[in-house]
């Protein structure tokens, strides 16, 4: 048996646990592919998913969902409200592409030059659109669904924009739920960490290390700040290993040297840019004083300097316990407990930490690997999703969210 008819197979044994679900499932399923297909087409790149923020918005509204389109530039929020009044879900999913090319041998291939779903965002908008419209069919006894397609997680900014344009608010969102697509789960399984903290944050700096140029062939008469940059580079790493514990988790990694012009002449500088990725906050404001402090005490014990610029790009994901045991009740009640897997934090980034550390929130993993095809790794040209693992996205997101909404039904009354 296949990978993809076991898969098949496992979902359909809902139909005897929970009938209801199954074929409200099933039912928005073909429309869930044949938009995800459209969107891996035509992908968009960050703030610039008008094409795919329009065919959301146009959606919603065919389903009876109150929408609010522009926000954060280019997002989009979808609404609907329950019978009764109630706490306020948010559940989440990013539009956006990556800039690079798409070499999948699939019909549904990337056509936009320089643009890729190569991590997933398609499967998430459209996994997304499933509970939607999964909901305007049942609709909601009581509460109010909050759908937020945000723009821009690719440069960290797009979660960010649309608080600031009043996505929790208006009414405010109490918890939120949102998953990536995974290659290193199988289709049918999902991952969670037991962490406060499931996801790194994103920090980017430049180092300018300066000098005094002059002829290679007299380094005795130069300030020469490729040496310099040199024992910066290797002296950093210090920061991983003797200055931070053991237990903690920092990643500091340089990815661009620049420097020079000739291999006959010493350069006035050099300019290193890196990242730095910390699980907790505290460790991540130590960060920015500790590279500085290393960097200017080496360049000046060499006769020249050194200027750190520090950029805070995404702070890191924060699990919330409720919402944890929450989804752990629902995929266990749909798929059996060891459908669940518990890992371990990612030094990965993801813009979803920025509603996170606003609302109580879970974010989780969703298996998409049924074989050669969709083995490739997240932002890898040639990654694709299992299109099967949609039944499982919305299985999920949908039972959270009924089950949320159930069980603080009347908080807000």
């Known amino acids: 048996m296949t990978a993809q008819a076991s898969s098949i197979k496992e979902f359909k044994q809902l139909k005897s646990s929970h009938p209801d679900w199954h074929d409200s499932i099933e039912a928005v399923f073909d429309e869930v592919v044949a938009v995800r297909r459209d969107l891996h087409k035509y992908p968009e790149l960050a703030f610039e998913e008008t094409r795919t923020a329009g065919i959301v918005a146009d959606l919603l509204k065919e389903w009876g969902y109150e929408v609010r389109e522009g926000v954060g530039k280019t997002g989009v929020i979808g609404m609907l409200h329950g019978a009764a009044p109630g706490p306020v879900i948010g559940l989440r999913a990013d539009m956006d592409a990556l800039p690079m090319t798409d070499k999948i041998d699939q019909p549904y291939r990337s056509i936009n030059d320089g643009a890729a779903h190569t991590c997933g965002h398609d499967a998430h908008t459209s996994i997304l659109l499933g509970v939607a419209k999964l909901f305007a069919a049942k609709g909601l006894e009581s509460g ?105 988790s920092v990643v500091l990694s340089f990815g661009q040297i620049e420097g020079g012009t000739k291999a006959t002449i010493i350069p006035d500088s050099v300019l290193l840019k890196g990242t730095v990725r910390t699980l907790k906050p505290e460790t991540r404001a130590q960060m920015p004083e500790k ?14 300097d050194a200027i750190l610029t520090y950029h805070h790009v995404t702070p890191s994901i924060k699990i919330d316990g409720k919402m944890r045991g929450l989804l752990t009740e629902t995929v266990s009640e749909l798929f059996g407990a060891n459908a669940l897997q518990i890992t371990t934090p990612s030094m990965g980034g993801e813009d979803f930490s920025y509603f996170s550390q606003e609302v109580p929130s879970v974010f989780f993993r969703l298996g998409t690997n049924n074989g050669e095809q969709t083995a490739f790794p997240n932002h890898n040209s040639r990654f694709d999703v299992d ?16 089950k949320f909404l159930q069980t603080t039904k009347g908080e807000k009354e």
């Open 291 to 304: 590279i500085e402090s290393i960097a200017a005490g080496i360049a000046r014990s060499f006769k020249g």
């Open 387 to 402: 299109e099967q693992s949609f039944l499982y996205g919305i299985s999920v997101l949908s039972l959270l969210t009924h």
């Open 144 to 248: 109010t669904l909050k759908l937020i397609f945000q723009p821009a997680e690719e440069i960290g900014q797009g979660a960010d924009a649309m608080i600031k344009d009043g996505v929790l608010n208006n009414p405010s969102v109490d918890a939120m739920a949102g998953l990536h697509v995974h290659p290193t789960l199988k289709t049918g399984e999902f991952s969670v960490t037991d962490t406060e903290y499931s996801c790194a944050a994103v920090d980017i700096f430049e180092l300018v290390i300066t000098g005094a140029g002059g002829h290679a062939a007299h380094p005795h008469q130069t300030i020469d700040p490729i040496i310099i940059a040199a024992q910066v580079l290797i002296a950093l790493q210090q920061v991983v290993s003797r200055q931070t514990d053991p237990l903690d």
